[in-house]
């Protein structure tokens, strides 16, 4: 069975910090593109951070500088390195994974096959 699971959440002051970790089992995800999302409440879930196999790494305008989605295929995970964080970076942070090596829809939720059961990420003012 193929879980994902996401940890390192928490309550940040804006300007600081937090680094996500998903931890992926059941299958290996080394040849698979991994992902984050995000929803804050009210709102539709929307695209992060995505990096493919060989490390190419896509950001939404909104993280570009700050975020990084580094992955370590020997432990089956991906993380996101959330710096300089703003009170508009406050929502549920999900864990995302495609069935094959490439997705066509690699910013769009559709694209991705296995989801984490999120995590919360708030940051005060």
């Known amino acids: 069975q193929v879980q994902l699971v996401e940890s390192g959440g928490g309550l940040v002051q804006a300007g600081g910090s937090l680094r996500l970790s998903c931890a992926a089992s059941g299958r290996s995800f080394s040849r698979n593109v991994m992902a984050w999302f995000r929803q804050a409440t009210g709102k539709e879930r929307e695209f992060v951070a995505a990096v493919n196999w060989i490390g190419r790494t896509y950001y939404a305008d909104s993280v570009k500088g700050r975020f990084g989605i580094p992955r370590e295929n020997v432990k089956n995970t991906v993380f996101l390195q959330m710096n300089s964080l703003k009170p508009e970076d406050t929502a549920v942070y999900y864990c995302?994974?495609?069935?094959?090596?490439?997705?066509?829809?690699?910013?769009?939720?559709?694209?991705?096959?296995?989801w984490g059961q999120g995590t919360q990420v708030t940051i005060s003012s």
């Open positions: 995302a994974a495609s069935k094959g090596t490439t997705t066509a829809q690699i910013r769009d939720a559709r694209g991705y096959d296995y």
